[in-house]
């Protein structure tokens, strides 16, 4: 049995220790980098992507559980973004700004943008704030009309200040203008929450492209993996594979599926069952539990670490694919996971959840960082508590 009682209370306790020690109550926004006790780490930048990250989870939290502080933490990051990311002349979101506010980096990535647009159409369906609406509509505009590749489909991802094409950031991986899996299946992700919010025809337009592009051409259906890095024109770079995305893009997709109508599709079924199917054969650690890092392409696993995102991502992976099959080799892949997370990675001691463990078993990394936000680990909670995507609630498994 699942119980959903335990997820909605480690809900509580992840968003209680962001409560506690997320918010810069001296500069505004949330505090760049915590260290494991929740110590502020002094002068850290503080980044669009974490800071939308934090207004979708205390959204995304307050639909589940209308708690104030939910909402009062949500407000907190609206406003931070607003004031101090926004960029009302030439529109879209900086990436990066200083502790104190100001920006540090004016460059406008489309990773970063997609997390706009998911965290204020978030707080437009927790709060029903119509400015967050138009915000994230007004996002999506701007990238579809500096972004979209009309020839390729799919997004160009990097730009300056002004909306002019750059060279990728280091931090993505690739050079010059190739493209990545990685900000297209936010891209997925967040148009995903767009049309939920706003049911716009353009919205939609662009979902179905990316559904398109997910299941044919960024998975690798042979193989069962996504490719990391492509030409312009979808050719596949030479890429690890990496598990965590390849879990977390099988549910998302399915996600993607039923909001536009077509959920059932046998397409997205078949991909989303071949992506869970090989992280299950091949990244589940069935000695110790928990999902590894990453793998190459013969199937050998060559990054054993367990990280924070993989285990969460693949917590709604695994009991989306048993959803989809039957098949309850994934029930008993989720089994394994869960044990891992409620005995490894939740930090006992200061809370939440450690962001690394080598596999000597020693815990390294911040508790709080420009990436690690309750996104992921509070996202799985909820999933598995309140949105139920899966249908599972319904066939006896779940626990009340």
Same mark, same amino acid.
Request: some cysteine; hydrophobic content about 35%; overall charge negative.
């Given at each position: 049995?699942?119980?959903?009682?335990?997820?909605?209370?480690?809900?509580?306790?992840?968003?209680?220790?962001?409560?506690?020690?997320?918010?810069?109550?001296?500069?505004?926004?949330?505090?760049?980098? &915590?260290?494991?006790?929740?110590?502020?780490?002094?002068?850290?930048?503080?980044?669009?992507?974490?800071?939308?990250?934090?207004?979708?989870?205390?959204?995304?939290?307050?639909?589940?559980?209308?708690? =104030?502080?939910?909402?009062?933490?949500?407000?907190?990051?609206?406003?931070?973004?607003?004031?101090?990311?926004?960029?009302?002349?030439?529109?879209?979101?900086?990436?990066?700004?200083?502790?104190?506010?100001? =920006?540090?980096? @004016?460059? @406008?990535?489309?990773?970063?943008?997609? *997390?706009?647009?998911?965290?204020?159409?978030?707080?437009?369906?927790? *709060?029903?704030?119509?400015?967050?609406?138009?915000?994230?509509?007004?996002?999506?505009?701007?990238?579809?009309?500096?972004?979209?590749?009309?020839?390729?489909? +799919?997004?160009?991802?990097?730009?300056?200040?002004?909306?002019? =094409?750059?060279?990728?950031?280091?931090?993505?991986?690739?050079?010059?203008?190739?493209?990545?899996?990685?900000?297209?299946?936010?891209?997925?992700?967040?148009?995903?929450?767009?049309?939920?919010?706003?049911?716009?025809?353009?919205?939609?337009?662009?979902?179905?492209?990316?559904?398109?592009?997910?299941?044919?051409?960024? %998975?690798?259906?042979?193989?069962?993996?996504?490719?990391?890095?492509?030409?312009?024109?979808?050719?596949?770079?030479?890429?690890?594979?990496?598990? +965590?995305?390849?879990?977390?893009?099988?549910?998302?997709?399915?996600?993607?599926?039923?909001?536009?109508? *077509?959920?059932?599709?046998?397409?997205?079924?078949?991909?989303?069952?071949?992506?869970?199917?090989?992280?299950?054969?091949?990244?589940?650690?069935?000695?110790?539990?928990?999902?590894?890092?990453?793998?190459?392409?013969? +199937?050998?696993?060559?990054?054993?670490?367990?990280?924070?995102?993989?285990?969460?991502?693949?917590?709604?992976?695994?009991?989306?694919?048993?959803?989809?099959?039957?098949?309850?080799?994934?029930?008993?892949? *989720?089994?394994?996971?869960?044990?891992?997370?409620?005995?490894?990675?939740?930090?006992? !001691?200061?809370?939440?959840?450690?962001? !690394?463990? %080598?596999?000597?078993? !020693?815990?390294?990394?911040?508790?709080?960082?420009?990436?690690?936000? =309750?996104?992921?680990?509070?996202?799985?909670?909820?999933?598995?508590?309140?949105?139920?995507?899966?249908?599972? &609630?319904?066939?006896?498994?779940?626990?009340?």
């Amino acid at each position: 049995m699942i119980d959903r009682d335990k997820y909605l209370h480690h809900l509580h306790e992840i968003m209680a220790f962001w409560i506690k020690h997320g918010p810069d109550t001296r500069h505004g926004g949330f505090h760049g980098a &915590l260290d494991r006790r929740g110590t502020p780490l002094p002068s850290q930048p503080k980044s669009l992507v974490q800071h939308a990250r934090f207004l979708w989870a205390f959204s995304a939290a307050y639909r589940v559980d209308p708690q =104030p502080a939910y909402r009062q933490m949500a407000d907190h990051a609206f406003s931070f973004l607003r004031e101090r990311f926004y960029d009302p002349v030439r529109l879209g979101w900086y990436y990066l700004v200083s502790a104190e506010g100001l =920006p540090l980096n @004016k460059q @406008k990535h489309l990773y970063g943008q997609s *997390f706009a647009i998911y965290g204020l159409s978030e707080y437009f369906l927790a *709060f029903a704030h119509e400015e967050a609406l138009q915000l994230a509509l007004q996002t999506f505009d701007v990238i579809d009309q500096f972004g979209h590749d009309d020839q390729w489909r +799919g997004y160009r991802e990097s730009f300056s200040e002004e909306w002019e =094409p750059i060279p990728q950031h280091p931090d993505y991986g690739v050079s010059g203008d190739r493209k990545t899996m990685n900000t297209h299946i936010h891209l997925l992700e967040s148009l995903t929450n767009l049309y939920r919010a706003s049911q716009e025809a353009p919205v939609k337009t662009r979902l179905e492209e990316l559904i398109d592009l997910c299941t044919h051409t960024i %998975t690798d259906a042979r193989r069962g993996r996504v490719h990391l890095f492509f030409e312009p024109d979808w050719t596949p770079l030479p890429s690890p594979v990496s598990y +965590g995305h390849d879990i977390e893009l099988s549910w998302l997709l399915r996600e993607a599926g039923d909001v536009c109508g *077509f959920g059932n599709a046998p397409a997205i079924h078949e991909t989303s069952l071949r992506l869970a199917g090989t992280v299950l054969r091949k990244g589940l650690d069935r000695e110790d539990g928990g999902v590894f890092y990453e793998g190459d392409e013969s +199937g050998q696993v060559t990054a054993k670490q367990k990280v924070w995102w993989v285990q969460a991502e693949a917590l709604v992976g695994f009991l989306n694919a048993y959803a989809l099959s039957g098949d309850e080799s994934f029930l008993d892949a *989720f089994a394994h996971v869960e044990e891992w997370v409620f005995t490894r990675q939740v930090d006992r !001691e200061y809370g939440e959840w450690h962001q !690394e463990i %080598t596999p000597e078993g !020693e815990c390294r990394g911040e508790k709080g960082s420009i990436w690690k936000t =309750p996104y992921h680990n509070g996202r799985a909670c909820m999933e598995i508590v309140h949105h139920t995507p899966f249908s599972i &609630l319904d066939s006896g498994i779940l626990g009340s």
